[in-house]
């Protein structure tokens, strides 16, 4: 550890970062370390949506619902990791949410892309935690993920808290865009218990190595 105070406590020195942004900013790409592969069902519903959007040639909204630090961020944020053959890299879409905004950020990581790569593109909307998509949003979603090449192959992530504001989010949208390829919302399960410790214990490790 560095810059460390010798009168400080033991406990008072070390760094363990409680969410994901914050483990982000302190490992960089180390952070993959650390990832535990979701829950098979979750899994398994996330690689189906991504081959109904191959086979429909229309993008998807999963709002994804699940208690705070279960795991939510992580996950949404790192499907390629988790899924790589399916999903190219999250986009983390903290802009307005209207088509032409998505459209931007989802071209520019499009075009980062080998010409060859068609797999689909996830988007986490992140900052709108308790804040479910209007009406007028709704209709904006809809449109960008039918349009050819961007939202076409594209799934857009809604993660929330709550699982009220995630069905309402839900049955709302498929009010206006028909019923999604796969059971939404989705509940997000976090890793399985047997897991957390060698995740507490490596994240203390790696958020306190020395640089």
Do not use: C
Not at 124 to 144: C, Q, T, Y
Not at 164 to 180: H, K, L, P, Q, V
């Amino acid at each position: 550890m560095a810059d460390i105070d010798p009168n400080q406590h033991v406990l008072q020195q070390l760094v363990f970062p409680a969410r994901y942004e914050a483990l982000v900013d302190r490992l960089g790409p180390e952070v993959v370390s650390l990832l535990v592969t979701p829950e098979e069902k979750t899994q398994n519903t996330l690689e189906d949506a991504a081959y109904a959007v191959f086979s429909r040639g229309e993008g998807t909204l999963l709002p994804l619902y699940a208690a705070s630090g279960t795991g939510k961020t992580t996950l949404a944020n790192n499907l390629s990791y988790f899924l790589p053959k399916v999903f190219s890299p999250t986009v983390m879409h903290d802009g307005g949410v209207t088509a032409g905004e998505l459209r931007a950020s989802t071209g520019r990581a499009i075009e980062a892309l080998a010409a060859d790569d068609a797999r689909i593109v996830p988007i986490n909307i992140d900052h709108r935690e308790g804040s479910p998509p209007s009406g007028v949003e709704l209709a904006e979603l809809k449109r960008f993920l039918r349009t050819p090449g961007v939202g076409s192959r594209s799934i857009i992530l809604w993660p929330d808290t709550s699982r009220e504001i995630s069905m309402n989010t839900a049955r709302s949208y498929e009010d206006i865009a028909g019923s999604a390829p796969v059971g939404i919302p989705i509940e997000v399960q976090g890793p399985i218990r047997e897991t957390w410790h060698d995740v507490a214990a490596n994240t203390l490790k790696l958020s306190n190595d020395s640089s």
